[in-house]
Structure formats: structure tokens, C-alpha cells
């Protein structure tokens, strides 16, 4: 949530740091935001604002409007409100006598320290926690002169999380940042600098990159980059090479980044999967940095995750209990540290988080650290911060995702479970060398069938327009098709604002069968009618009890599997895969349904309302 871009350059004052701060921010509008404001460092020395509550359009027109001056550096916003409604008074940048400072996050003790300023005679005119920092920092600025300096001074007096840009007037080619538990990356450039909340601000510009670690204090100058610690203590960030480029992050001709990142899929899981193996065919997770006597030696693993990232958790264990017989429990991560949970130095703690940025899951991880438990980040971002505080990450390879509700990274989050799962039971030996190869092989199927599904779509299109004025849907499912029913029914409540349930099948029967009504539509995913252990029969059960009572069955089936027909009102068949492997091809046409469903209302699925794509805040 919150969008943040800098930008500081080596040229005359002009529009560019305008142009440079506005494309910034609108890649950054994905992370969703309810206001959006940018502040300039002019070349006569002053400083020029804009700032207006709604889309980053109103903001556009309002600079049309009234131009502002040419500027040699420049910082921008997009917010999602907290301290106060999205207005256009607490709208970022604020303002402090020389100072313009934008914030994300939450400063916990904003109201001792507005008290202290109020005190002090100080005008506050917003209801937000970020004046009372921007004015904090003018203050400790007419003190020791020096901006970085400045915000070292006011960063070790704040509580809570909080990324921090800064410029003043007096300093036309400087930008300052700082970060707390929440995300700032430095992109690198000739003659111009770029800070951003993710490279998402700055691709167009450069791809090139300096990771921060946690506290840490930036000076950004057409020339230079400077880092400390909040002491200021001399700091290095890791540079590296961002993997894609702008073209990656734009909608390719589809209607919206969902479609788009729905037709990804099949390359998300390609990529996550490639070069996992060595010349033996074993697999070779070169990220896992942990000790291979300690991955022997778990006896527990617990996977901490949000939302959709957890329902792949769910995925996960399955796959990893079957293939591992190592016991896996699955946590929402904002429930985790509160609970007392029982770690020892033998708990495995997988994180799964495609941001990286996610605080519920970073707090976890930090618990989960203290009570001594390794812990093995699954993430879509490089350098971001659960990765970088984890002992190990095994990076999946979805490449951007910038629609709010998460599809390709979802099916990378499986994948890359997956392959923990065969790399833990080829490392404990509870599997032998060619049945791991068969697996990999089943997996590396996988994306032309994903294809597959995505061809075959038409139906469901046809049938979710059709839908579009349905006020109630539910999903049924069993086994690894419990998870994907609760995220089918996820998307939908995300995207198209209509009540959704996922229930597991087997708990029908015990209450969830009184919902069902004349016309009401369920999504029944029907697992393989093949294998000794199948639940087919039971789920085909299922499909029948609530036909009888008069719902409209949606099915999703394998190939082959001639017995639904008898009692559907519409099949969607799937290819046949592997028991373990079938959500990736049976979650597939649910997020089609669900796309489809919204955008025959007229809704944005890119950015849902009240939503954010990545929730830095606990």
C-alpha cells in the first residue's frame, strides 16, 4: 500500500522531475491508494506542491490546471488513508515551513509527539500522523542544518513502521529517505538517482538497484548515494540488476493486469521451475542457505502467510506431508506470534509472501526467529525485506504482478512449494532419485497444460457474464481442492464485491447445506476418479445433495471424468494430472470466472476498493 517515488537529476530546472515522479507513480498504482500528491525543489529555491484526494487522473488534471515550475528534484505520493479520510488536505506531501515529506506506514506515537508540537505552537492542519513527522523534521533541520542528519535525529524518536522521503528548499539536488519495517529501494542512474517503494517507480528509468536493509538513513544526489544506519553509522546497500524490464509491467494489449497476469501463468510456473536441477537430474535449490543437518533434522514445519499466499500454504502442505511425512501447519501470520506457538531449533517456519513486504508475515518471521526456528522465505521480490531477515529464500519467478488480487503468483507460490517438498524428501531420503524425477517431470508438464486451460476458457467467460448480476456464490472442495474453493471464493469477494464462501465438501452436510437454495450457484472442484484413495465418489455426493435442493452446479473436472456430467449444470474440464499437482490447473478457471464476473459489472479488478496490494501495515 502507499506508492513512493524519488528523483533527483543533473540538468537545469525543467519538467522532467515532474515526468519522472508521475510515471513512478503511475506504475506504483496497483499498490493501491485513495489520494495521490507531488512536491518539487524549484530552481528559484522554493518548493512547489500538488496534491488531490481520488486517482492519480485528478491529480494530472489539477497539474494541468496549474502548472507547476521546472524543478531539479522531486518526490511523490500515492496514499491509502489511515490518520484521517482520503482528502485533499490529508492528502502527501506535507508540508513544514522548507520541508515536503512523504510517508508510509503508521508512526504509533504521533499523538505524544502532536501534543509535544502543539504545545510548542506549532499549526497542524491535517488529521495525519505524517504532518507531525514533517515538521518534526523542519524543526531538528533549523538545528543542525543537514537534512540526512535532520531525519537520523527524528527517525530513532519514532514508533511504528514508516518509509520517509524528504526535500527541502534549500537543497535543490538532494533527497532524503529512510526506512523502518516498511520498503525503500535506490535506483542507480547517470547524472539522476531514484528512491522507490519498488522498482516498479523507477524501471522505466533504470535497472539498476541498491537494496536497503532495515533502518537505514539514504541521501540520494544526481551523483552520489550516501547510506547510514539511523546512528549514522557509515551503511553499504547490495546492489543488483532488476530481472525485467518496464514493458513487463504493462497490460500487453488485455483489458487489465489480471487478464494479463491470468494468461502469465503458464510462464510464472515455467520460470520458477527452470534451472532448479543439476546435470544429475537432482534438484538444487541454490537460495537455501540453511544448513543441510538442519533441514534433516525438522520435525515440524509451519508455513506463515496471508490471504492468497496462505491457501498456497494450505496447497503446500499436502504436497510436503505426503512426500516428506514431516508434519505442517499452516498459520495466518497476523494470528501467529499472538498465540504462543510452540517453535524449537527443529521448526522449519516457511514464510510465503509474494511482495516480501507483507507485516503481519514479517512480524512472524521475526518471533519465529527470537524462539530460535530457522526460517525459509517463498517470494516473488528480490530484496525485499522477509527474504532479507529470513535464513534462506527460494525466490519464485512470476516476474511483476501489479493487479491487487494475485493469480500468477499464487500458481509460483505452489510451484516453488513444490519444489521445497522434493528437495526436503530427496535431502531426508523418503523418496528415491526416480520418483522425484517423475514428479518433476508431472511438474514441468504443467505449464502447457495451464495453456490448455486458459484456451478452453471461452465457456467460463460466457457463463460468468451471464452471472453478473449474482449476489451469492459458493465453493465446494476436498482435499488439495478445499484450498483452491476458499481462493475461488477469495477472488471473487475481492474483485467483484459479492458474498463468497469456500467450504470443504465433507463439512456440507454438517451446516453450510442450509445455504443452499433454488438458483443458488456452486462451484464443486471434483478431484480425480483415479487412484486407490480417491474422494470422487464422495464429492460426486456432494454435487447430488445440492442439485436436489435446487442449486446451480458449476463443476470443474478432469478430463475423462464422464460421471459429473450426469448431475452438473455446467462441467469445466481441466487436463488429468497428478492428484497434488491439480490446483494449478483447477484454480485456473475460477480466476477466469472471477475477472470475467467483475469486468461484465464495471469494476476495476486491478484495483479493487479498500484494497492494497501489498499490506505494510499490521
Known sequence: MCGIVGYVGDHQP????????????????????????????TGAGGLATAKKAGKLANLVAELDARPLPGATAGIGHTRWATHGGPTDVNAHPHVAGGVALIHNGIVENFAVLKEELLADGAELLSETDTEVVAHL??????????????????????????????????????????????PLVVGLGDGANYLGSDVAAF????????????????????????VTDFDGNPAEGREYTIDWDAAAAEKGGFRSFMEKEIADQPQAVQDT?????????????????????????????????????????????????????IPVEVEL?????????????????VA?????????????????????????AICNTHGSTIPRESDAVLYTHAGPEVAVASTKAFLAQITAAYLLGLYLAQLRGNKFADEIAEILDDLRAMPEKIQEVLDRSGRVREIARWMADTSSVLFLGRHVGFPVALEGALKLKEI???????????????????????????????????????????????IQEIRARGARTLVIAEDGDEAVKAYADEVFFVPQSPTLLAPLLSVVPLQ??????????????DQPRNLAKSVTVE
Open 14 to 41: 525543467d519538467a522532467r522531475p515532474l515526468e519522472v515522479v508521475l510515471e513512478g507513480l503511475r506504475r506504483l498504482e496497483y499498490r493501491g491508494y485513495d489520494s495521490a500528491g507531488v512536491a518539487l525543489v
Open 137 to 182: 523534521l523542519q524543526r531538528a533541520y533549523a538545528e543542525v542544518k543537514d537534512l540526512g542528519e535532520a531525519m537520523r535525529l527524528v527517525v530513532r524518536r519514532l514508533h511504528g513502521t514508516f518509509t520517509l522521503l524528504a526535500v527541502h528548499e534549500d537543497h535543490p539536488d538532494t533527497v532524503v529517505g529512510a526506512r523502518h519495517d516498511s
Open 203 to 226: 524501471i522505466a528509468e533504470t535497472r539498476r538497484a541498491l537494496e536497503l536493509a532495515q533502518d537505514q538513513v539514504v541521501v540520494i544526489t544526481p551523483r552520489s548515494v550516501t
Open 273 to 325: 521451475l527452470l534451472g532448479r536441477t543439476d546435470t544429475h537430474g537432482r534438484l538444487v535449490l541454490d537460495d537455501l542457505k540453511i544448513d543441510e543437518s538442519v533441514l534433516r533434522a525438522a520435525d515440524k514445519i509451519i508455513v506463515i502467510a496471508c490471504g492468497t499466499a496462505a491457501y498456497s500454504g494450505h496447497v503446500a502442505k499436502y504436497a510436503i506431508e505426503h512426500w516428506c511425512r
Open 333 to 349: 501470520a497476523h494470528e501467529f506470534r499472538y498465540r504462543d506457538p510452540i517453535l524449537t531449533e527443529r521448526t522449519l517456519v
Open 352 to 376: 510465503i509472501s509474494q511482495s516480501g513486504e507483507t507485516m503481519d508475515t514479517l512480524m512472524a518471521v521475526r518471533h519465529a526467529r527470537e524462539q530460535g526456528a530457522k526460517v525459509l
Open 496 to 542: 467483484a464485491y459479492i458474498h463468497a464462501e469456500g467450504f470443504a465438501a465433507g463439512e456440507l452436510k454438517h451446516g453450510p447445506i442450509a445455504l443452499i437454495e433454488p438458483g443458488q450457484p456452486v462451484f464443486v472442484i471434483v478431484p480425480s476418479p483415479r487412484g486407490r484413495d480417491s474422494l470422487h465418489s464422495k464429492v460426486v455426493s456432494n
Open 592 to 605: 477466469i470466472f472471477a475477472c470475467e464476473l467483475a469486468t461484465a459489472r464495471g469494476l476495476d479488478v
